[in-house]
């Protein structure tokens, strides 16, 4: 819920009653969304070394960012109800404490099945802080400027926390050990529980029912998917274990997809997909991530394998794309608001889909850092930079005030999954290509072979993760249609308001085509939520229906 109040004074907050100033709040939201954003990569640069420590294979070393991403994405529709049902801003220091608590078993762990067993317990932790935290700015932030602003720093630091988790893992990995990558987490969590509470209001809680079996299903339906990805790339598609897994993962997603219409407190609603610009937003974000972070994993390798970068100078190389992807974040944002979002997020994903192409074509045991890479991830920053922000808007926009902790999630949940989901079928993509090259190798030493096997397989990922960018262009030039002027003509948190006040459902709603039967009862809005510019009781919001839209909820205005 929103407050009326004047960006940088000190306030009142509702519900909570802290007084708070928004300037403070904003660093507090951000520090925690950098936090687990820069941790699925953070790791990256360290995997040389944990893979020396730890006795990790090839294949299994991608279960280091897997375990954390998979539990995570797993987690965050519970993760969102929780937070809906015990308070957000509680949840949210939960998910902090116990994210903080296993970064530092992740630190010390002394074997490979404690490690990605505090993986996991950090993806939990982080499956409660990241979708509470986005909920928590539509309770801070006052709709208008202030909200745009602190949206517009959501979505910039988790543009851009895996490029800037991957140069601060190389930096602890020269001047310190793997280990710390996990450490540096404790000041930051620290930090956040100190001044959370002084800072953040509560919002108001909604008498949701815990989703148990749709959390059940949901979680071990995309954990058996990934684990039969990552066995079929380390031992072949026709692998018992393998087929074992995606024949539970198909039992237990479609068992998911049953039950959510036939409960009444679905952990996802299913009508929230109804929306073609939002199914849309979050298939292409699912794409561009899967290839984003894929890419990236391979890269780190090909840095450090082939060129013989050393873990700095593998952080330092990704600088150049984090350097354009923060200014193309806020291009994004104000193109998307004279021209919509279809066009924005379509040359998004078709620059980034040409520079995963020209690495296809460049990547080679010979290839330089100047001349072949440089290039590709300056577009790559480029594309993302300009999908980001208006994903987002579209994603989320005309959400229900009582469905916004399951909302927040959804496109947090395309993220995690998307990036697990990539990162094993790029390996499965990987080992298929290695394992034909190695029939084969080129090079007149056993070091050159391995560079040659290493680097087809790479070609193999990248090929791949170019059609994945492809098929996103088409499908953001296909599906969404949403126009600028949606996005920018009310508040979808004064909903509330105007569904109490309104006899019938407004036509421009942009889920007004769904069925009257699927739709969430109203619940009785809070007295302090107002749309903007109107006070609790005025009468504007009783004469007039407000209107959904992205820009107070997901993305700041030009």
């Not at 598609?237 to 995606?246: C, M, V």
Request: proline share 6%; net charge neutral.
């Amino acid at each position: 819920m929103s407050t009326s109040t004047t960006p940088g004074a000190e306030v009142r907050a509702p519900g909570g009653g802290f007084t708070r100033r928004p300037g403070i709040a904003l660093v507090v939201i951000a520090i925690s969304e950098l936090m687990v954003a820069l941790d699925a990569t953070i790791v990256n640069v360290s995997l040389p070394a944990i893979q020396q420590d730890m006795g990790f294979s090839a294949t299994d070393l991608s279960w280091v960012p897997n375990a954390y991403t998979l539990a995570a994405g797993g987690l965050l529709l519970l993760g969102g109800r929780i937070g809906d049902i015990y308070g957000r801003r509680r949840v949210f220091l939960t998910g902090v404490a116990v994210f903080t608590v296993t970064s530092v078993l992740a630190g010390l762990a002394p074997d490979a099945g404690w490690l990605l067993a505090a993986r996991a317990l950090q993806g939990a932790g982080a499956a409660l802080t990241a979708p509470n935290a986005l909920a928590l700015i539509a309770t801070n932030f006052r709709a208008g400027p202030e909200r745009d602003r602190a949206v517009g720093v959501y979505a910039a630091v988790t543009g851009s926390g895996a490029v800037i988790g991957m140069i601060g893992g190389g930096m602890i990995a020269t001047w310190a050990s793997w280990p710390w990558v996990f450490f540096i987490n404790v000041p930051i969590g620290i930090l956040v529980l100190v001044l959370a509470p002084k800072f953040l209001s509560e919002a108001a809680r909604t008498p949701h029912r815990l989703d148990l079996p749709g959390a059940f299903t949901s979680t071990l339906g995309v954990g058996a998917l990934v684990y039969g990805l990552v066995r079929a790339a380390s031992d072949g598609w026709s692998d018992g274990q393998a087929l074992i897994a995606f024949a539970v993962a198909v039992v237990l997603l479609v068992s998911f997809l049953i039950i959510e219409p036939r409960t009444r407190e679905a952990l996802t609603p299913l009508y929230l997909f109804l929306n073609r610009n939002r199914s849309g937003a979050y298939a292409v974000n699912l794409l561009m991530i899967a290839s984003m972070l894929g890419m990236l994993f391979f890269q780190t390798q090909f840095f450090q394998e082939v060129l013989g970068f050393s873990p700095l100078r593998t952080g330092l190389a990704f600088l150049p794309m984090t350097l354009v992807m923060l200014p193309a974040t806020q291009l994004a944002a104000q193109l998307m608001m004279r021209v919509g979002p279809r066009p924005v997020v379509s040359a998004g994903a078709l620059v980034a889909a040409g520079a995963a192409i020209w690495l296809v074509q460049g990547i080679s045991p010979d290839s330089g850092y100047v001349d072949t890479v440089l290039g590709p991830l300056l577009l790559i920053g480029l594309g993302i930079g300009l999908m980001m922000v208006p994903l987002t808007a579209v994603a989320v926009y005309g959400i229900r005030p009582e469905q916004a902790g399951a909302g927040s999630s959804l496109l947090n949940v395309t993220t995690q999954v998307g990036g697990t989901l990539g990162l094993a079928i790029l390996v499965t993509a990987f080992g298929s290509a290695s394992r034909d090259a190695a029939r084969s190798p080129v090079g007149d030493t056993p070091t050159d072979q391995a560079h040659y096997v290493l680097s087809e397989g790479i070609v193999g990922a990248f090929r791949l993760a170019a059609i994945f960018l492809v098929v996103a262009t088409v499908l953001a030039i296909v599906v969404i249609n949403a126009k600028a002027s949606e996005l920018s003509s009310a508040d979808p948190h004064a909903l509330a308001v105007g569904a109490a006040d309104a006899a019938t459902p407004d036509t421009n709603l942009p889920d007004s085509n769904l069925p009257g039967a699927d739709l969430p009862e109203q619940s009785v809005p809070d007295p302090e939520v107002t749309p903007a510019g109107t006070t609790s009781g005025s009468t504007g919001a009783a004469n007039g229906r407000a209107r959904t839209t992205a820009t107070d909820a997901a993305t700041p205005s030009a």
